[in-house]
C-alpha cells in the first residue's frame, strides 16, 4: 500500500544515504527507490530461477551483441505493479516520480532497431511468462551521444555507468575464463580420442552481470546476463604495463556504433567470442546442475543467434560438446542443431559479417579449426545432394580467403527466420535463395512485434487514459483488444478525447523542443516525424527533398495558402558514415534557413533533435501526426519505429517495404499513404540496368529546381556537402532511387494535407490506427518464437505469492 511504500522508503532512504526527503538529491532519491525495487524483486528473481529449476523447464537463450532496454524504471514500477502506488506515495512525499527518472541513464548498449527488439523481446518473454534470458556485452561505454555543432554530429562518449546502475548484479562467483590465440594441435588420448592441446594462450576473465527482466504483474522474473572482462588473478603478472591492461580492458569498453554495417575490425571479432563463449560455458555448467545426459541437452536449452553476430555459438557450442564432453562429431553435431536457431535482420550486403582467414585463425586457432571441419562436410554432403556444383560454392562457409558468417549460422541452425513477411519470402526467393533450395524447412517468418507496455501505457498516458474510459482496460493485457476502439470510429465525443491526448503529447514535445533546441513550434501544425540511423536506403534525404520543395513553392508565392508542418528529425549516424553525416548537416543547414526565413511565416519548421535514443522517441511517437517509413522498397527488414508511431495514432506514409506492408494489411488501403515503387520494380531496373536518375533531373523541373538548390547557394553552409549529395543522385546514378520515388512521394504527402484538413476524417484514420495495432505486440511474436522454433512453454505454477 502507499502507507508501507512511505514508510519503507523513508526507511531505506535514511539506512542508505541518512537523510531525510527534504535534504536528498533526487540521484539519491532515484537510488533509494531503485534500491527498494531491487530488494523487493530479488525474491521473484530467486523464486522463478528456482521454479525453473525443480521443473528441469527447458529455457531459451537469446544471444545478441546488442541490448536497448533505455530507461529501466518506469517499466519495472509498472510490470511491478508498483507504479500507481510509487507515484502516489511519492507525491504525499513532495517528490515527483517524473524527476527521478530523469536522473536514470539511458541503457543504450545498441545501435537501433536489432538491440531494441532484443529488448522488447526481454520484457515479452518475461510478461508471457516464458522461460527465457538474454545474454550479451556489458559495454562500459554504450551508443555514442550526439551533439550537433555547426550543423555537423559530434560524438560523445557515453559513460553510463559513471554514475552507477541500481539494476545491476555483479555475479562474481559465476566468472568463466575465455580463451584467445596460441597454438593448438590435436592429441590421442588415453582413450584414442582426439583431444586439443594448447600452447600461449591468453586466458580472459569473463565477468557476468545480471539484470532482472520483469515480467508484467505475473511475478516472473528473468535474466539479461551481460558479460565484463577482466584479467584473471593467475594472469596478472603478465599484464603488468598499463598500456598491456587497457588492450585487455578495451574488450568491452565501447559498442561498436554501426547499425546495419559490418566492420572487420580484430577487437569486434574477441567481442563477439567472447560473450559467446562465457554465455554457452555458463549453459553448459548450469545444465550439469539438472543430472541429465549430455546427450540431451536439447531438450532443456535453445540458443538463438540474434543476427551473425553470435554465429560463433554454433563452433564454440561443438567445441564444448567435443572437447570437453567427449562427444563425437556426429553426436556433437545432431545436438548444436537441434539447440541452435538463426534470425536475419538485413538484406544489405554491407551487413553481410565475413572474417579474414587469417584473423579467426589467429584469434581462435581452435574454433577456426572446428569451422573448417563443418565447412567440408557441408562440402561433402552437399556434393551428393546437387547437380549444379556451383551452388556449393555459393553457400560453403569458408571462400575466397573469408568465413562467411551468415552462412554458418544457416548451416548450424535448425530455423532461420525473417524479420517481416516481405523479408522472409526475400530470404527464399532471391538472398538466400541457395540455402532455401537445400534446406526449405528450417525458413520461416517471425514478424517483429513492439512492447505496447513501453509505448503505449508508459510513453503514451493521456492516451492511455482514454482508451480505459472508452474501452476498458483490457487492452493492456491484451492489446488485441484494442479493437474494440473500432466500435467508436463515428463517435464525435471519443474522436475529440483522442484528439485532445494527440493535443496534449504535442505540447509536452513543443516544449522539449523549445528547450531543448529553442525552436518554437505550433501544436496546430502536422507532426511529421521521421525517427531512425540515418542511412542512405532510409532515404532521409527523400524527406528533406519534400521539404526544399516545399519551401520553394511558399518562396515563389508567399502567399498561398500552405498548411502547417513541422518536420521532426531524430537521426544518429556511424562516426565513420560520411555520407549519412553529410545528409545530417544538410539537413540542419536546411532547418536553419527556413526556420528563420521571415517569409515562411512560421508555416514550415524544421527540427532535428539532438541525440535520439529511447527515452527521446518516448516523448516523440506520441507526439506524431505523420510516420515517414520511406525506405527503398526491399531494403528496411522489418521496422519497428514504424509500429511504434502506428499504435500511439500517427497516419503512415510508406513504401511497400518491411512491416510497412503488415501494417498496410492490418489498416487497410484507406487508412495508410502507400507510395513508390515496390521490391519487383527495384528488381527489374536491377535485372535490366536501365535506370538513369539524371533523365528525371531533366524531365522533371521540380526535382531540378530542388536539386539545383543544395550546389546553388540556395541552403547556405553545405558547398561540399551539398555537392556530394548532389553526385550521389546524378554522378553515382542515385543508388536508392530517390528520384525515382519523388514525384510519388510528394503526391502523397499533398493528400496528407488534404486529409488532416478533414479534422473527422483524420481523427478517424488515426482511430482505425490506434486499433489495429493490437498484432504488433511482441508478447505474439515471442510466443510464436516459443512455439515455433525454441519449444518452450511457460511456467505453470505461475505467482506463488511469497510473503
Ligand atoms: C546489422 C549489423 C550491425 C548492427 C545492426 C544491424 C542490423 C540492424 N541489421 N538489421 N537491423 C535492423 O533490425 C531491425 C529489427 O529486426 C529491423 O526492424 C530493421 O529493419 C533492421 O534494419
Redesign the pocket.
Known amino acids: 500500500t502507499k502507507e508501507q511504500f512511505i514508510t519503507q522508503f523513508k526507511k531505506r532512504l535514511s539506512e542508505k544515504y541518512a537523510m531525510g526527503v527534504e535534504d536528498a538529491s533526487p540521484t539519491e532519491l532515484y537510488n533509494t527507490l531503485g534500491s527498494l525495487m531491487h530488494s523487493a524483486y530479488s525474491s521473484d528473481r530467486h523464486h522463478t530461477w528456482r521454479q525453473y529449476l525443480l521443473n528441469k523447464q527447458k529455457q531459451a537463450y537469446y544471444f545478441s551483441i ?1 541490448f536497448l532496454p533505455g530507461k529501466l524504471m518506469a517499466s519495472n514500477l509498472l510490470n511491478m505493479d508498483w507504479l500507481e502506488t510509487v507515484e502516489e506515495g511519492l507525491a504525499e512525499l513532495g517528490i515527483d516520480l517524473a524527476d527521478l527518472t530523469e536522473v536514470e541513464q539511458d541503457m543504450a548498449l545498441g ?4 538491440g ?2 532484443a529488448s522488447c523481446f526481454m520484457d515479452s518473454i518475461a510478461s508471457c511468462g516464458l522461460p527465457g534470458n538474454g545474454n550479451g556485452i556489458r559495454y562500459e561505454y554504450g551508443l555514442f551521444k550526439q551533439k550537433f555543432i555547426d550543423g555537423h554530429q559530434v560524438e560523445l562518449p557515453d559513460d553510463w555507468l559513471s554514475t552507477g546502475n541500481v539494476w545491476e548484479v555483479r555475479k562474481d562467483s559465476k566468472a568463466v575464463d575465455v580463451c584467445f590465440y596460441g597454438q593448438v594441435h590435436l592429441e590421442e588420448d588415453a582413450n584414442g580420442k582426439l583431444k586439443p592441446v594448447y600452447k600461449n594462450q591468453q586466458v580472459l576473465r569473463a565477468v557476468p552481470y545480471d539484470t532482472g527482466m520483469i515480467g508484467y504483474k505475473n511475478n516472473i522474473v528473468n535474466n539479461m546476463r551481460l558479460w565484463s572482462v577482466e584479467i584473471p588473478n593467475s594472469e596478472e603478472s603478465k599484464y603488468r604495463s598499463l598500456e598491456e591492461r587497457r588492450t585487455i580492458e578495451d574488450l568491452t569498453a565501447v559498442l561498436y556504433p ?5 566492420k572487420g575490425q580484430m577487437t569486434r571479432l574477441a567481442q563477439e567470442y567472447f560473450f559467446v563463449s562465457a554465455g554457452i560455458q555458463s549453459i553448459v555448467r548450469y545444465y550439469h546442475t539438472l543430472k541429465e545426459p549430455i546427450h540431451r541437452i536439447h531438450e532443456y536449452v535453445a540458443i538463438h543467434i540474434n ?1 551473425t ?1 553470435p554465429a560463433l555459438c554454433i563452433p564454440e557450442f561443438m567445441r564444448i560438446m567435443l572437447d570437453e564432453e567427449g562427444m563425437s562429431w556426429e553426436e556433437a553435431w545432431a545436438v548444436t542443431l537441434k539447440v541452435m536457431s538463426y ?1 536475419n ?2 538484406i ?1 550486403a554491407e ?1 553481410m559479417e565475413k572474417w579474414p582467414i587469417d584473423m579467426l585463425k589467429q584469434l581462435l586457432p581452435r574454433i577456426y579449426q572446428i569451422i573448417e571441419e563443418i565447412d567440408r562436410r557441408f562440402v561433402e554432403e552437399t556434393e551428393l545432394k546437387v547437380h549444379d556444383r556451383s551452388i556449393i560454392d555459393r553457400t560453403r562457409i569458408i571462400n575466397h580467403n573469408q568465413v562467411h558468417m551468415a552462412h554458418l549460422a544457416i548451416i548450424g541452425s535448425h530455423s532461420i527466420n525473417g ?1 517481416a513477411k516481405l523479408h522472409s519470402e526475400l530470404l527464399k526467393t532471391v538472398v538466400l535463395h541457395d540455402f532455401y533450395s537445400l534446406y526449405p524447412a528450417r525458413f520461416n517468418n517471425k514478424t ?1 512485434g513492439i512492447a505496447e507496455r513501453r509505448w503505449l501505457q508508459l510513453a503514451n498516458r493521456p492516451l492511455s487514459s482514454v482508451l480505459d474510459k472508452t474501452i476498458g482496460t483490457s487492452w493492456r493485457d491484451n492489446p488485441e483488444d484494442l479493437q474494440q476502439l473500432l466500435n467508436y470510429q463515428d463517435d464525435q465525443k471519443v474522436l475529440n478525447a483522442l484528439a485532445a491526448a494527440k493535443r496534449q503529447n504535442k505540447e509536452n514535445l513543443a516544449a522539449l523542443i523549445k528547450k531543448t533546441q529553442d525552436i518554437t513550434v505550433s501544436p496546430d501544425a502536422i507532426f511529421d516525424v521521421q525517427i531512425k540511423r540515418l542511412h542512405a536506403y532510409k532515404r532521409q534525404l527523400l524527406n528533406l527533398m519534400h521539404i526544399i520543395k516545399c519551401y520553394q513553392d511558399i518562396k515563389n508565392n508567399p502567399d498561398s495558402e500552405f498548411y502547417p508542418r513541422v518536420f521532426i528529425f531524430g537521426a544518429k549516424a556511424a562516426p565513420s558514415y560520411a555520407y549519412a553525416k553529410t545528409i545530417i548537416k544538410c539537413i540542419n543547414e536546411t532547418a536553419n534557413l527556413v526556420n528563420n526565413d521571415p517569409d515562411v511565416k512560421d508555416r514550415l519548421k524544421i527540427v532535428f533533435l539532438e541525440n535520439y535514443n529511447v527515452s527521446l522517441a518516448e516523448v516523440i511517437i506520441p507526439a506524431a501526426d505523420v510516420s515517414e517509413q520511406i525506405s527503398l522498397a526491399s531494403k ?5 519505429s514504424n509500429m511504434k508511431l502506428m499504435l500511439n495514432g500517427a497516419v503512415t506514409i510508406a513504401t511497400l517495404d ?2 510497412n506492408i503488415e501494417i498496410r494489411d492490418a489498416v487497410g488501403e484507406e487508412n495508410i499513404n502507400i507510395f513508390g515503387i515496390t521490391e519487383q520494380e527495384v528488381y527489374d531496373y536491377y535485372e535490366s540496368n536501365t535506370y538513369s536518375a539524371v533523365s528525371y533531373f531533366e524531365k522533371d523541373p521540380v526535382i531540378r529546381r530542388v536539386l539545383e538548390a543544395f550546389i546553388d547557394g540556395t541552403i547556405p553552409n553545405i558547398q561540399s556537402e551539398g555537392r556530394e549529395v548532389f553526385d550521389s543522385l546524378i554522378r553515382y546514378n542515385d543508388e536508392f532511387f530517390v528520384l525515382r520515388d519523388f514525384e510519388s512521394y510528394v503526391k502523397a504527402q499533398e493528400k496528407i494535407t488534404e486529409c488532416y484538413k478533414d479534422k473527422r476524417k483524420w481523427q478517424k484514420i488515426s482511430l482505425i490506427n490506434i486499433a489495429n495495432a493490437g498484432v504488433f505486440s511482441a508478447d505474439e511474436t515471442v510466443k510464436r518464437y516459443a512455439d515455433d522454433i525454441w519449444q518452450i512453454e511457460p511456467v505453470t505454477e505461475y505467482s506463488s505469492k511469497k510473503g
Open positions: 546488442e545501435n537501433g532497431g536489432l531494441r527488439l554501426d547499425d546495419s554495417n559490418a543476427d553476430h534470425t535482420h538485413t544489405m551487413a524479420v517483429n528496411e527488414a522489418s521496422g519497428t518491411g512491416a
